[in-house]
């Protein structure tokens, strides 16, 4: 069985991840706290990947990225860096279209911490930063794990984003989702039956020690 | 010497309500702030600790000039030397009992003091415990001596003692009053519970209809 395509998810849904968790948490953090009108309008952009089909995003990010037009072409002169079917261009689609995934978890993260803890910090002489890392953040952690999961499964089960922006191209940006699509239109189903119960697994796995580590957690720090 | 004459309009239960209030206290006075809930007794320390903006008007405090409207003048809450503690305890429930102590240290300021505190409110041996493990009146003391690890010169308790039942009442008052006498503060306590304000303060401010309508001795205010 040729494993690339699943490898490719993985580090697909890796740097994806990773990248989102740097971006999520400002983000969320001014989602939760800013009194700026502006940030419904924010809000809703975020979110708008969760309501619309895969093919629009797809369309102008595949729109977007190619040399024909001026972004395209600017990232391809200057930077020497092509979006259009590569596998850096699968990764800033994948953040795209994960994004609500991330930001939402970590926003209501936030906005289950007692107002009087973030008063005391104040009153306690500390500023933003450290009430972040030291009081916010260790506070959420099951935000954390619970944002950093779904962001990870959710571009582990992309399909129709990648398709459009990655295309096909073996080792690539030809993920599991796109190989199993493929391997039941060459009417390979036994290959298609492979890599789909390996995702199941894997997602089952994922998911259920999630689920196991958050429950334990929660006991530990006595909300439960 | 705290000056303060502020305005603020609050919503209060009865809809929208104005806060007009001067007065002067004196260092090293213990003021009760007494007036029936959503008055705005809590409004005026948070004013004062700079965690609430007044509308208009002026804060000095030992001099120097916390809040001026007409200046453009607001000292965030972390360069106000104050020490705060809330109805609610507000522990980090991430930190041990000394780990919530050392977080309030300034920098560079010997942890010396952590221990001292502990000491005080006779929390030594429990230390390494987290918060939550403590009782309500065992909380509330981690809270006082976390307060005063920064030296203040100024302490605001909002309703400190309200959740906690007449033994530990009583217990804590103690607590208050010795800080208060030792570190020679000047302090505000918001209470609505009359035999309270009596046995700890030497002036009581009574605040009703966004006014304070009486100031002066306890005793000729609630009778003897």
Redesign the interface.
């Known amino acids: 069985m040729d494993f690339s395509p699943f490898i490719l998810t993985l580090r697909l849904a890796l740097f994806t991840t990773l990248i989102l968790f740097f971006l999520g948490i400002p983000l969320a953090y001014w989602l939760a706290y800013s009194k700026y009108r502006i940030k419904y309008a924010v809000e809703a952009i975020v979110s708008l990947p969760l309501v619309l089909p895969p093919t629009v995003l797809g369309f102008y990010l595949l729109l977007a990225f190619s040399p024909e037009n001026a972004l395209g072409a600017f990232l391809d002169e200057y930077v020497d860096l092509r979006l259009v079917f590569t596998f850096p261009g699968l990764v800033l689609a994948s953040v795209i279209y994960s994004l609500p995934f991330m930001v939402q978890p970590l926003r209501s993260g936030f906005a289950s911490i007692p107002k009087a803890w973030l008063d005391t910090a104040q009153t306690l002489g500390k500023g933003r930063w450290v009430t972040l890392t030291r009081v916010l953040l260790p506070n959420m952690r099951s935000a954390l794990l619970t944002a950093a999961v779904l962001s990870f499964a959710h571009t582990v089960g992309e399909f129709g984003v990648v398709l459009m922006v990655g295309g096909n191209i073996p080792e690539e940006t030809r993920v599991i989702s796109v190989a199993i699509y493929n391997e039941v239109e060459a009417m390979n189903y036994g290959q298609a039956n492979r890599y789909s119960l390996l995702l199941i697994g894997f997602s089952f796995l994922v998911l259920l020690i999630t689920y196991w580590v958050n429950h334990d957690k929660n006991r530990v720090l006595g909300y439960d | 010497m705290i000056e303060l004459d502020l305005e603020k309009s609050l919503f209060g239960p009865d809809g929208k309500m104005g806060l007009k209030v001067s007065c002067q206290i004196k260092q090293g006075e213990l003021v009760g702030l007494y007036g029936p809930s959503g008055a705005g007794k809590s409004s005026i320390l948070?004013m004062i600790?700079?965690?609430m903006r007044p509308d208009a008007g002026k804060l000095q405090v030992f001099g120097r000039a916390w809040f001026d409207q007409s200046q453009k003048i607001n000292l965030?809450?972390?360069?106000r030397n104050?020490?705060?503690v809330?109805q609610?305890y507000?522990l980090?429930?991430?930190m041990s009992v000394e780990e919530n102590l050392l977080?309030?240290l300034?920098k560079g300021q010997a942890p010396a003091i952590v221990s001292e505190m502990l000491e005080r409110v006779g929390l030594e041996k429990l230390a390494q415990k987290?918060p939550?493990?403590l009782s309500g009146g065992q909380k509330q003391r981690v809270a006082l001596a976390?307060?005063m690890?920064?030296r203040p010169n100024i302490l605001?308790l909002d309703e400190p003692l309200s959740a906690l039942d007449m033994d530990m009442r009583a217990n804590l008052q103690q607590y208050i009053v010795q800080f208060h006498k030792d570190f020679a503060l000047t302090t505000l306590l918001v209470s609505h519970d009359a035999s309270e304000i009596r046995r700890m303060a030497q002036r009581v401010l009574v605040l009703e209809n966004g006014k304070f309508s009486f100031d002066g001795e306890p005793g000729i205010f609630f009778g003897n």
């Open positions: 948070r600790s700079g965690l965030k809450p972390q360069r104050i020490g705060m809330f609610e507000a980090f429930p991430n977080f309030a300034d987290r939550m493990v976390r307060a690890v920064r605001l």
